[in-house]
């Protein structure tokens, strides 16, 4: 990115280029092509792919469309529909929403690889729009109890500033984003679809709107027709870009449940509005909330208590006080300290990183995990969240 | 509670007069007077009071009232009504039920202290009723969901085979006694007023109801009257009866929350059935949520989960099977007993329970109450729950 300067027009050109080539072959997720782009960059990919040099597992991912694609139409594509092309190169690239997904993919979570581009309908920048942002989500089959909770949430957040993001559907989704509209505040919809695809087509006026108030963003090449398996390799985009990410009606098994478990899987708080125990809409956010995947929010405050002071790093984390593994004993607090960097490490893996005997890691590690500073799980161990 | 057949009918009828004298003596709660009748028994206490040798805490919960009563009127009293006096020493006197208060008097809780003595009406053995109870309360002034909520509760608890405790009340409470009777199952009253009287006066065919298919139950002596504190007061022996609390509409300041608060203090599970975030009947039950006072719960099996096996022991207590204790230091595991017997101890008491060296057991302290297995308040240290 600090190269883009310097690159000059013609550099800046091919990099777009090889983006919007390689966003197109491979269907997103596609994490062996993003950590190959990422280690050795995008233009170097594509001439390695098309040599026919590139390794097996990136191939795999590309090699169904990579000699149908032709980046120079697609760029005029895209002009044609309004659009931008955002490449991780720009200085409006959302790095901070999405280097959390670059992160889970290099440990072990290749279901939610980062994008190799976004095509964006809107003028708002990108990097801008998407600092402060929080998810609401839920069913497209909502109630009328669910559309007003999520247009209220919608609304008290934007007021508070935040940008609200969600997936443009019918029900809780559009419901979020008219009522941030409404609040003239920014909103963000990521479409499982090219953006110059109005999808759902009762939601274009709506769609229009949030491009003006915000972004239509989609990792989707332009003409690229929705498809069920997109919608859930779009939620992650959501789940990534907002600072928490809220339920606020979903079915025993959804798609909200879905973007949930992955705000889960990166970290991020997950808070799930509660309904009628008689109401099936309801069901998916009783249940988060019953598992503990999710904190309970019936109001725009308590959404913000949980992504606390603005997002600014808390009091306790600024004056240096006092920190719940401050009674842990020196080693123990080694060995959690390698957890927060390693996720799903062995412990073979950890007494390397963090110096201690093996012997004492083992004995540590079901200590951590009791006390609740780490969880074990097929993958190895983790820090606890 | 073992002499009571070899008391002999006059000794029978003598401990009788002397509980009930007791009981209209003192206005519940009545902590020195429960704990010196724990001592020295009833008709022992009677007369240390009637000689004037009462040591002065007992004499102040009894002085104001006790030369007014006659115990020989109120048997009376109690036979016109149709009721009957159960005191602990009866063989069917629920004593399990009401043990956890006399504990919680004597470390500290004198707001929960154990009654001297209940009046009954309905023939139901009051310890087999009372076996196995789950309290289901809430606001009076209830939502037609709320009312609806707890009418299922009340008939799934019951079809369950559990007693369903209440207060009577309208709204949430007379909607739980209602489900209750409709599965034909048992259902217990408790009132804030002698059993002689039907308050609120609309739900008089309610506990005509609730006396034939369990028991209208009060500590208060025949005649007397409904005061504000008396609800507060009552609500323990509800909170006490019930192996779970369910709290399905409360406020935002509610009795309901002050019986979820007792529970909570006697150790026995709180749950709350979440509403509509519009509706303010349902604040106080996402509040207790919220602050982990209270487990969400969507439907009666969820209930009966939080309670489980039937309230016997858990398969992991019966095969010893891992506990969380498990991976504590042998020293941390003792001091865990101790405080698992003392609710509200120094470290000072704790250390000579468990034999650890007073430094050791200062330094042990916050590490299990950082892991989570101790709490510190204002009386002491205690176990967590």
Not at 99 to 122: F, H, K, S, T
């Amino acid at each position: 990115m600090g190269n883009w300067a310097k690159m000059g027009e013609k550099g800046r050109r091919e990099v777009r280029l090889a983006r919007a080539f390689l966003a197109a072959a491979a269907e997103p997720p596609a994490p062996a092509l993003a950590g190959f782009v990422a280690r050795h960059g995008a233009c170097r990919t594509v001439e390695v792919i098309l040599r026919g040099k590139a390794p097996p597992d990136v191939l795999a991912e590309v090699e169904a469309r990579y000699e149908h694609v032709s980046a120079e139409q697609l760029l005029e594509a895209t002009e044609a529909a309004g659009a931008r092309l955002v490449v991780p190169e720009d200085p409006d690239w959302p790095g901070s929403a999405f280097e959390n997904l670059a992160g889970a993919r290099e440990v072990g979570l290749p279901e939610v690889a980062e994008p190799i581009a976004l095509w964006v309908r809107g003028r708002a920048d990108l990097t801008a729009v998407l600092d402060r942002a929080i998810a609401v989500v839920g069913a497209r089959a909502a109630s009328g109890y669910g559309e007003h909770v999520s247009a209220e949430f919608g609304h008290g957040l934007a007021k508070a500033g935040f940008t609200v993001v969600s997936g443009a559907a019918y029900g809780i989704d559009g419901a979020a984003h008219r009522g941030a509209l409404a609040a003239g505040g920014r909103t963000v919809a990521f479409l499982a679809c090219g953006v110059d695809i109005d999808y759902p087509a009762g939601h274009s006026r709506l769609l229009r709107a949030v491009a003006e108030q915000g972004a239509v963003v989609s990792e989707y090449p332009p003409g690229t027709e929705p498809r069920k398996h997109r919608f859930l390799v779009r939620n992650r985009l959501i789940a990534a870009s907002g600072r928490a990410t809220v339920v606020v009606e979903a079915g025993a098994r959804s798609g909200a449940g879905n973007t949930a478990n992955t705000a889960d899987a990166l970290g991020r708080p997950v808070l799930a509005v509660p309904g009628p125990v008689t109401s099936k809409n309801s069901v998916g956010c009783h249940g988060m909330v019953r598992s503990g995947r999710a904190v309970l929010v019936t109001s725009t405050e308590e959404v913000l208590e949980a992504v606390s002071p603005i997002g600014a790093p808390s009091a306790a984390e600024v004056s240096g006080a006092h920190r719940r593994t401050d009674g842990l004993h020196p080693h123990a607090q080694r060995l959690h300290d390698s957890l927060r960097g390693m996720a799903g490490a062995s412990a073979d893996e950890l007494a390397r990183d963090c110096g201690l005997p093996l012997g004492e890691v083992r004995a540590l590690l079901p200590e951590l995990e009791l006390s609740g500073f780490a969880v074990r799980s097929d993958r190895g161990w983790s820090i606890a969240r």
